[in-house]
């Protein structure tokens, strides 16, 4: 269950098991957060950067942006495995990703350093009894990731890095900011590559269920919900096709130059694998005890030309339908944000806002509360995952109904990626408009809100314009 959690002894065993590859923190370890001189892009950083073993690009587009590497140790669970890497060695032990949180706090919690990468999806087979998920095509851990001591920041004007001298002390901490100065320097002096045209499939682009059986899916979803067993559910069609390693940057660059992002992200995981996204939602933002959730529902593509675009916009914007999805996954949300806030703190203080991005029109409602004291990470991501906006109402009916009709797992897709801070802070974005590249394969997922008037050719529609920045990118189209 959800609100499950380890005994104090086995948390403090996995603990110790943590602390031999990386000591805690040093009593008195401070963070600090050092200006820097040098210019460069966002863009221009992230590809200096790009080599060092476990790059992340937190991507806000024209907003901020945060750019991390060389992990101080890497962490992953799946399969009831968990396992943390470290330059100096390996340790491997049975349990599940929010056990694997749990110990990461206990081992290393405090001012101290930030855990950057992805959740995925099935974790929440960790909260609730739910069936078994399909089988794992992709190889990718439910849960991966990286302890990192720095950090670039772009604010949309200059940098600043990020430290803490938990692990490096002082004089190594002094010692990052001239290594940053210099990066940026080299970044600053290097033109961005080309982005080119054409196609970086090396096969046809296959829909996973096809379009028909995904229909028959919305069908059968709208037979759940007119028997009164769920309200709305989301549902997934996943796009893939053949990729080679050398053409996943490539394909980033594309696709956010096709559809760029407040939340976007660019994560290495390692021999060959990556996630790409130009995810414009946020999942869970925790500041000093506030959290914040902001999910989107209903969509519209973007007009032909401004007329047509406003009359898109106006009809999202008045669709009854649209406004009820939206108000039922704002009640998960705030049910789920519930369980570990103060009672009376729950607000919604903005209701179906229009969002408009370069190929979509998006409503997006904001929901508050204060956590309850001793609440951290790991209790909300325990209470609220995986993200409202991409199961249904009821949550956990609804996640049992698509589990029924999608063919593939989502992975780290619907799941939510970002950075967790060891001193209690969290961002996290919800893993939607998000690519996996492993394999020699590439997936997208597509997914839609299904509710009692909804249209399965519609929805197949609306699944295909959630689509259309990442064809765009990969420079193919859907196999009919």
């Not at 098991?17 to 923190?25: E, G, Y």
């Not at 024209?62 to 140790?73: D, F, I, Q, T």
């Not at 080309?194 to 069908?219: T, Y």
Request: with cysteine; proline share 7%.
């Amino acid at each position: 269950m959800w609100s499950d959690r380890l005994t104090d002894a086995k948390r403090q065993r996995l603990a110790e098991r943590l602390r031999k590859l990386l000591p805690p923190p040093v009593p008195g370890s401070r963070r600090a957060k050092t200006p820097l001189r040098v210019t460069a892009s966002p863009e221009q950083a992230a590809e200096r950067l790009r080599a060092e073993t476990g790059f992340a690009w937190l991507d806000g587009g024209g907003g901020e942006h945060r750019l991390y590497g060389s992990p101080l140790v890497t962490l992953s669970a799946g399969g009831g495995r968990c396992t943390a890497t470290a330059p100096g060695g390996r340790a491997s032990f049975g349990g599940g990703g929010f056990d694997l949180l749990e110990a990461a706090f206990a081992a290393w919690g405090g001012d101290g350093g930030t855990l950057v990468g992805y959740l995925g999806y099935e974790l929440g087979g960790e909260l609730e009894s739910l069936p078994p998920p399909p089988p794992d095509d992709f190889g990718l851990p439910d849960l991966q990731l990286g302890l990192h001591d720095w950090a670039l920041h772009w604010d949309g004007r200059s940098w600043t890095l990020e430290t803490t001298d938990a692990w490096s002390g002082r004089a190594g901490a002094a010692e990052r900011v001239i290594q940053a100065e210099r990066l940026l320097a080299e970044a600053g002096q290097r033109p961005l590559p080309e982005i080119k045209s054409g196609r970086l499939a090396d096969g046809p682009v296959v829909s996973r269920p096809n379009r028909s059986d995904f229909e028959a899916g919305v069908r059968h979803a709208l037979e759940h919900i007119h028997r009164g067993d769920i309200y709305q559910v989301n549902l997934c069609r996943r796009l893939e096709a053949p990729l080679r390693a050398s053409r996943i940057w490539p394909l980033h660059l594309r696709l956010r130059a096709a559809s760029p992002a407040t939340h976007g992200a660019f994560l290495d995981l390692g021999r060959g694998r990556s996630l790409l996204s130009v995810s414009p939602e946020l999942f869970l933002a925790a500041r000093e005890g506030t959290v914040e959730t902001r999910p989107i529902k209903g969509t519209r593509p973007r007009g032909a030309n401004p007329r047509e675009d406003r009359a898109l916009a106006r009809e999202l914007s008045e669709s009854e339908k649209d406004r009820a999805e939206l108000a039922m996954i704002v009640d998960v949300a705030r049910n789920d944000l519930g369980r570990v806030c103060e009672p009376g703190t729950i607000e919604v203080p903005r209701h179906a806002e229009l969002v408009t991005l370069p190929t979509l029109h998006h409503t997006v409602s904001t929901v508050r509360g204060r956590l309850l004291p001793g609440a951290g990470p790991v209790e909300l991501l325990r209470a609220s995952f995986p993200p409202a906006s991409i199961t249904g109402a009821p949550k956990i009916r609804a996640m049992e109904v698509a589990a029924a009709v999608e063919e593939r797992r989502r992975g780290p897709a619907m799941g939510a990626f970002g950075w967790i801070s060891l001193g209690g802070d969290l961002e996290l974005a919800v893993a939607i408009r998000t690519a996996v590249a492993a394999r020699g394969l590439v997936a997208y997922h597509a997914g839609c809100g299904i509710v009692a008037d909804s249209d399965p050719e519609l929805e197949l529609e609306e699944s295909a314009v959630k689509a259309r920045a990442f064809l765009t990118a990969l420079g193919a189209q859907e196999a009919e």
